[in-house]
């Protein structure tokens, strides 16, 4: 079992930047590819980005694309959310999910931390 604990959110002027990051502990993330998943109030969870397991490959959900980027670092078994040109509807609570590679589902989510967007 992995938990996760998501940090770096907080309020932000449209156009400004924030970068996420999502701790690991009890079992390292070189196991799991990571995502990024946002939900706003009175919305679905979304999905924003996905990381594989070396990182080479990476996903962006189009709203966010050239705008965020996603990286990890498996030895300090992290993953992060680099967030510029923050736009309001960015505004929502931010969930690192851990993705098993064998079932393909995300079985393995943090609490979240919220990211707000000022205009």
């Known amino acids: 079992q992995v938990q996760l604990v998501e940090s770096g959110g907080g309020l932000v002027q449209a156009g400004g930047s924030l970068r996420l990051s999502c701790a690991a502990s009890?079992?390292?993330?070189?196991?799991?590819?990571m995502a990024w998943f946002r939900q706003a109030p009175g919305k679905e969870r979304e999905f924003v980005a996905a990381?594989?397991?070396?990182?080479?490959?990476?996903k962006y959900a189009d709203s966010v694309k050239g705008r965020f980027t996603i990286s990890r670092d498996n030895a300090k078994s992290t993953v992060y959310l680099q967030m510029n040109s923050l736009k309001p509807e960015d505004g929502a609570v931010y969930y690192c999910?851990?993705?098993?590679?064998?079932?393909?589902?995300?079985?393995?989510w943090g609490r979240g931390t919220q990211v707000t967007v000022s205009s």
């Open positions: 009890g079992r390292t993330i070189s196991s799991y590819a």
């Open positions: 999910a851990a993705q098993r590679i064998d079932t393909r589902e995300y079985d393995y």
């Open positions: 990381i594989s397991i070396s990182g080479h490959n990476t």
